[in-house]
């Protein structure tokens, strides 16, 4: 585990969905090979191709990997090679070959022909003879079988790590800059009032000359236009939501499912914060917002 940023304290490091892991075990004449490799997806889908022999393990191995994958669609690809000249032998059938014989006879007499059968041709009759591949031991199969997937599955883990560290550490240099983008709104916000108070005054200045200008009337003007424009609570949220994503990024696990859900209310409050805006710099940060936004999203997809 890796240590948390600055904090002193340990955090659970975060995977990718995307990842490739391989390995190959050989016993003697035997050799499996085992190939995983994932894509994002909403929930856990596995897909396993190997050799008819092996079907017999198919729930064991997607139990086995339940250790190791949460989330993602995951392809597998096994192999098993048996070179061993021990493991096929002949089957002689003795009855079939007695019914070859006693209908060969049959024909002979039946017809007035010469019964001219030899062993070499009675061999070449249908199941007389056949290959038979000898029974494996299921346990020492599965252990063997159990060796090469969790070795791979083990490699495949490493390289969603590393994957996810490369997202943990790119997603919170975004959020920073994020935050940036709300500190700037938060500090703007008084601004744009003082501003739009400021050019009614003069609007009516210019309007009515030197008449006393009506404060209550002005007053209630302004209160009106900041109220329209008031984007604090969108604010806060956003910060909330920016913080606690931080957060689970360093404290790690699976939370990808979870980020998503914080990252579409993020997206939800700097709509928000857009469709207020009356002043262009604030447009301009929160569609940067909405940007930045979009692809911490997009990256989060990839998180387990």
Avoid at 122 to 136: D, H, N
Wanted: glycine share 4%; net charge negative.
């Amino acid at each position: 585990m890796c240590p948390a940023h600055g904090k002193g304290k340990y955090t659970i490091m975060i995977k990718s969905m995307t990842g490739f892991g391989r390995s190959e075990v050989a016993r003697g004449e035997r050799k499996i090979t085992v190939e995983m490799k994932s894509v994002n997806h909403r929930y856990l889908d596995v897909n396993i191709k190997m050799p008819k022999k092996l079907n017999f393990f198919e729930a064991a191995i997607r139990n086995e990997l339940k250790n190791y994958i949460q989330r993602g669609k995951v392809d597998i690809f096994i192999t098993y090679e048996d070179l061993t000249e021990a493991n096929v032998c002949v089957k002689y059938n003795r009855e079939l070959a007695a019914e070859y014989m006693k209908y060969l006879a049959q024909m002979a007499e039946d017809f007035g022909l010469d019964n001219d059968i030899r062993v070499s041709t009675l061999s070449r009759y249908p199941e007389v003879f056949s290959m038979e591949e000898q029974s494996t031991d299921e346990e020492e199969l599965w252990q063997f079988l159990e060796e090469a997937v969790r070795k791979a599955a083990e490699k495949f883990v490493e390289t969603r790590v590393r994957e996810g560290e490369n997202l943990r550490e790119d997603l919170i240099g975004k959020l920073d800059g994020m935050l940036g983008h709300v500190d700037y709104i938060t500090e703007r916000s008084p601004q744009i009032v003082a501003e739009y108070r400021q050019k009614l005054e003069e609007k009516v200045q210019e309007l009515i000359g030197d008449v006393q200008v009506d404060e209550s009337r002005l007053l209630t003007e302004v209160t009106i236009f900041a109220d329209k424009v008031c984007v604090d609570e969108e604010l806060v949220r956003l910060r909330s939501h920016i913080e606690t994503t931080r957060e689970n990024l360093v404290q790690g696990g699976s939370i990808g499912r979870k980020l998503d859900f914080i990252a579409q209310e993020m997206n939800r409050e700097a709509n928000t914060i857009l469709s207020k805006a009356n002043d262009l710099e604030i447009s301009n940060r929160a569609i940067e917002l909405k940007t930045e936004i979009e692809k911490v999203r997009e990256q989060i997809q990839n998180i387990e």
